[in-house]
């Protein structure tokens, strides 16, 4: 088992590498999303990272706050917040308050930045570990975190550090890779390896354990669902741009133009959508209730 801080140092690298090129492939003129899209029901020329974090809201009760005076509407904390895309998107559409934390000085540099352009008013964002966040207990109406709690060394402590930080009647929404079947063969253990060793990922916990994680934790459970199908095409999508840059990537690795994080990105890219073709893994969003 890889110690805590040797992840965390991962994470930082990798993203201090990469974000440029999570940046290319996204094109954040358009947005400022880090994570797969999701195509149920997108309307015709939708943006389907944004229809995520769409439809991620409506679960969380996010509702558009009208003209709630400031203080008033909700305050919302983005675990692991990239460069800003749902607190963005959470601030301007629908007039939350929102935090944003990351590991990475230039993500929350650029957030900032992004925000400033997009004239999202009401957000903030720092430097700060999830694992010992800078925050009061009983702080945030909801917690979010897409496909950052899958780099989180300990789940479950991260999940009672969550629940700690939520005010009553407050909402957890995950969403992110979980564990299914177990590799078969050597050659799927290599794929299931790439995945998340290029994509700086400890370990992803199944279904089960995340009810578990919530439940020890003291929250209810309000909703669980399995987003695989919905997100397949944007897995094969990225998978295609994996085809073409794994060459691109291992030769400049090769001649040291590269990193080795760049390098597993690609490699990543492409096998994750092959280790979730073959179930060993899914794509998930939970939505926990504070009691009170
Ligand atoms: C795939 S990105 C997702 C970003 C964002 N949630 C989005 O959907 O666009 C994962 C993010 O989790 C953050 N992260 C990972 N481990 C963290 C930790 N221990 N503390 C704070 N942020 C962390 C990374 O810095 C990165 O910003």
Same mark, same amino acid.
């Given at each position: 088992?890889?110690?805590?801080?040797?992840?965390?140092?991962?994470?930082?690298? *990798?993203?201090?590498?990469?974000?440029?090129?999570?940046?290319?492939?996204?094109?954040?003129?358009? $947005? $400022?999303?880090?994570?797969?899209?999701?195509?149920? %029901?997108?309307?015709?020329?939708?943006?389907?990272?944004? $229809?995520?974090?769409? *439809?991620?809201?409506?679960?969380?009760?996010?509702?558009?706050?009208?003209? /709630?005076?400031? %203080?008033?509407?909700?305050?919302?904390?983005?675990?692991?917040?990239?460069?800003?895309?749902?607190?963005?998107?959470?601030?301007?559409?629908?007039?939350?308050?929102?935090?944003?934390?990351?590991?990475?000085?230039?993500?929350?540099?650029?957030?900032?930045?992004?925000?400033?352009?997009?004239?999202?008013?009401?957000?903030?964002?720092?430097?700060?570990?999830?694992?010992?966040? /800078?925050?009061?207990? =009983?702080?945030? %109406?909801?917690?979010?975190?897409?496909?950052?709690?899958?780099?989180?060394?300990? =789940?479950?402590?991260?999940?009672?550090?969550?629940?700690?930080?939520? =005010?009553?009647?407050?909402?957890?929404?995950?969403?992110?890779?979980?564990?299914?079947? +177990? +590799?078969?063969?050597?050659?799927?253990?290599?794929?299931?390896?790439?995945?998340?060793?290029?994509?700086?990922?400890?370990?992803?916990?199944?279904?089960?354990?995340?009810?578990?994680?919530?439940?020890?934790?003291?929250?209810?459970?309000?909703?669980?669902?399995?987003?695989?199908?919905?997100?397949? +095409? $944007?897995?094969?999508?990225?998978?295609?741009?994996?085809?073409?840059?794994?060459?691109?990537?291992?030769?400049?690795?090769?001649?040291?133009?590269?990193?080795?994080?760049?390098?597993?990105?690609?490699?990543?890219?492409? *096998?994750?959508?092959?280790?979730?073709?073959?179930?060993?893994?899914?794509?998930? /969003?939970?939505?926990?209730? =504070? +009691?009170?």
């Amino acid at each position: 088992m890889v110690e805590a801080a040797e992840v965390k140092a991962q994470v930082r690298r *990798y993203y201090q590498a990469t974000t440029e090129d999570y940046l290319k492939y996204y094109q954040t003129d358009w $947005h $400022h999303h880090m994570h797969f899209g999701f195509d149920r %029901d997108l309307p015709k020329g939708g943006n389907p990272t944004e $229809h995520l974090v769409r *439809y991620l809201a409506g679960l969380a009760g996010l509702g558009d706050t009208g003209k /709630a005076l400031p %203080d008033e509407s909700p305050l919302v904390l983005d675990a692991g917040c990239g460069v800003g895309g749902s607190a963005i998107w959470l601030s301007r559409e629908l007039g939350c308050r929102t935090v944003g934390i990351t590991l990475v000085e230039s993500q929350a540099r650029m957030a900032r930045e992004f925000a400033r352009r997009g004239q999202a008013l009401r957000t903030r964002f720092a430097v700060n570990d999830f694992q010992t966040p /800078a925050f009061k207990e =009983k702080s945030f %109406d909801v917690i979010w975190a897409v496909e950052s709690f899958d780099h989180s060394p300990d =789940k479950a402590q991260w999940v009672k550090v969550m629940a700690g930080l939520l =005010k009553p009647g407050g909402r957890l929404i995950i969403a992110d890779g979980f564990a299914a079947s +177990p +590799p078969r063969d050597a050659s799927q253990a290599k794929a299931y390896r790439h995945f998340l060793e290029g994509w700086a990922v400890p370990h992803l916990c199944t279904f089960a354990q995340m009810r578990e994680y919530g439940a020890d934790a003291g929250l209810e459970l309000s909703y669980e669902e399995d987003l695989s199908f919905d997100v397949l +095409p $944007h897995s094969l999508a990225i998978f295609r741009f994996g085809l073409l840059f794994i060459p691109w990537r291992w030769l400049k690795r090769s001649l040291g133009f590269s990193s080795t994080e760049k390098l597993g990105n690609a490699l990543a890219t492409f *096998y994750q959508y092959k280790t979730l073709k073959a179930q060993l893994w899914r794509y998930g /969003a939970f939505c926990f209730r =504070k +009691p009170g």
